[in-house]
């Protein structure tokens, strides 16, 4: 298992940018497939973006065009960065990690795919 930890929410005016990092105790990406999902209060987690340990990525309908998931494997690193915001981006954002073939088979918009899960960071967007 990983300890995930994510930073960077604020709140932040519409229209406005912010970039969302995750730092992982796991030394070592090679193992995981990793997302990024987002939770409002009564709601499910929304997935977001995945990323796999060869930097292959995708972005959800939802939110492509605006959001853009990146890794750095030198500084174990997830990021997400957001752009354009609205107000219905308003949410905690969380960052996960899952045994890899998830990201290869195709279903790593499911949370119950992924192990482990950073606290999660509020954005809030006004």
């Known amino acids: 298992h990983v300890q995930l930890v994510e930073s960077g929410g604020t709140s932040v005016q519409a229209g406005g940018s912010l970039r969302l990092s995750c730092t992982s105790s796991d030394h070592s990406h090679d193992d995981y497939c990793l997302g990024w999902f987002r939770q409002t209060p009564g709601a499910e987690r929304e997935a977001l973006a995945t990323?796999?340990?060869?930097?292959?990525?995708d972005v959800a309908e939802s939110v492509k065009g605006r959001f853009t998931i990146s890794q750095d494997n030198a500084d174990h690193s997830l990021f997400l960065q957001l752009n354009s915001l609205k107000s219905d981006d308003t949410a905690i954002y969380y960052c996960?990690?899952?045994?890899?073939?998830?990201?290869?088979?195709?279903?790593?918009?499911?949370?119950?795919?992924?192990?482990?899960w950073g606290q999660g960071t509020q954005v809030t967007v006004s």
């Open positions: 996960a990690a899952g045994p890899s073939f998830v990201c290869s088979s195709g279903s790593w918009g499911f949370a119950s795919n992924y192990h482990d």
């Open positions: 990323s796999d340990s060869e930097g292959d990525t």
